[in-house]
T-cell receptor, first 112, second 114 residues
Framework: GENVEQHPSTLSVQEGDSAVIKCTYS??????FPWYKQELGKRPQLIID?????GEKKDQRIAVTLNKTAKHFSLHITETQPEDSAVYFC???????????FGKGTHLIIQP | ETGVTQTPRHLVMGMTNKKSLKCEQH?????MYWYKQSAKKPLELMFV???????ENNSVPSRFSPECPNSSHLFLHLHTLQPEDSALYLC?????????????FGPGTRLTVL
């Protein structure tokens, strides 16, 4: 089955700086890679996703890159703001899978 | 947010109790999921239902029993749980079972087993 590793487990950055969270996956059949944000006490919510026919996708301050050869994908947040503080989960899945396999999460802390 | 709702939001139960968690989705989706979220662990997929048919998951202990009476409702029946089952239980739904369909999560039920 799929195995997703996520690093770092905790990331602290100064407000206004960039943050990068990295994930690796094991199953070369995986072709869908979403990122979820979970604020304290709230439900996970999809913030961006990427499919294997695309190498990069951007939505305002958030971008995701995918390297299928190396089996890794990353979340980039630029000009971080206090409301970016949350736990971020990466996930991977492919055709035929019963569901997504999630990483352990990264606790992003934005320092004022 | 009212797309996916879960009740109760918090539950404390003894090891000999029987309780049920309820999930309801108002999005017209065909697939529903139960996840377990424990501290410092990845979200663990427990069960998947697609068009009310269950996808088998042999790794989940039999003390967890799901039920999907229709495409809008999903239950998780609990009996003789263990303290290590204490966790946040999240329900999710998606348009169809396909992995690329966005999953919408409910707020979760915080379960504590004494």
């Amino acid at each position: 089955g799929e195995n997703v590793e996520q690093h770092p487990s905790t990331l602290s950055v100064q407000e206004g700086d960039s943050a990068v969270i990295k994930c690796t996956y094991s199953d070369s059949a995986s072709n869908y890679f979403p990122w979820y944000k979970q604020e304290l006490g709230k439900r996970p919510q999809l913030i961006i996703d990427i499919r294997s026919n695309v190498g990069e996708k951007k939505d305002q301050r958030i971008a995701v890159t995918l390297n299928k050869t190396a089996k890794h994908f990353s979340l980039h947040i630029t000009e971080t703001q206090p409301e970016d503080s949350a736990v971020y989960f990466c996930a991977a899945g492919g055709f035929g899978a019963d569901g997504l396999t999630f990483g352990k999460g990264t606790h992003l802390i934005i320092q004022p | 947010e009212t797309g996916v709702t879960q009740t109760p939001r918090h539950l404390v139960m003894g090891m000999t109790n029987k309780k049920s968690l309820k999930c309801e989705q108002h999005l017209g989706h065909n697939a529903m999921y139960w996840y377990k979220q424990s501290a410092k662990k990845p979200l663990e997929l427990m069960f998947v239902y697609s068009l009310e048919e269950r996808v088998e998951n042999n790794s989940v202990p039999s003390r967890f029993s799901p039920e999907c009476p229709n495409s809008s409702h999903l239950f998780l029946h609990l009996h003789t749980l263990q303290p290590e089952d204490s966790a946040l239980y999240l329900c999710a739904s998606s348009q169809d079972r396909g992995v690329t369909d966005t999953q919408y999560f409910g707020p979760g039920t915080r379960l504590t087993v004494l």
